[in-house]
């Protein structure tokens, strides 16, 4: 199943610096984990924003649920979920 997340991303003020940068490196390893495994499909970053919007591949919504839980930055996000079917006119075979 796919989905769009959209992640913001909001670092409140006076939050240490090094515990952040600390979380910033497990977040990315982890989603470049997760992107290796084809989990996390694709990441861009929103011009302008600290945010990403992202494309997840996952069995069901509680798998979906359970990574976005598991985010080393999840504490600090706002998140927003929309579910994605192939659309008629793709020409990709690996969009479901
Ligand atoms: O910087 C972000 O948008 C948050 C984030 C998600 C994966 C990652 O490495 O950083």
């Keep these: ?3 769009q997340v959209e992640m913001d991303v909001n670092v409140p003020i006076g939050f240490d610096q090094d515990e952040f940068n600390r979380l910033k490196t497990a977040e990315k390893k982890l989603s470049q984990d997760l992107q290796e495994k084809g989990v ?3 990441i861009w970053r929103v011009v302008g924003q600290y945010a990403n ?4 591949d996952v069995e069901d ?3 979906l649920h359970d990574v976005l839980m598991g985010l ?3 504490p600090f996000m706002d998140v927003r979920v ?3 079917c192939r659309h008629p006119s793709s020409i990709r075979d690996n969009d479901r």
Excluded: G, K
């Excluded at 919007?53 to 997840?56: D, G, L, Q």
């Design 1 to 3: 199943m796919l989905f």
């Design 53 to 56: 919007v992202s494309i997840f």
């Design 82 to 84: 929309t579910a994605l």
């Design 72 to 74: 080393p930055l999840y």
């Design 40 to 42: 996390w499909r694709h």
């Design 61 to 63: 919504n509680a798998e």
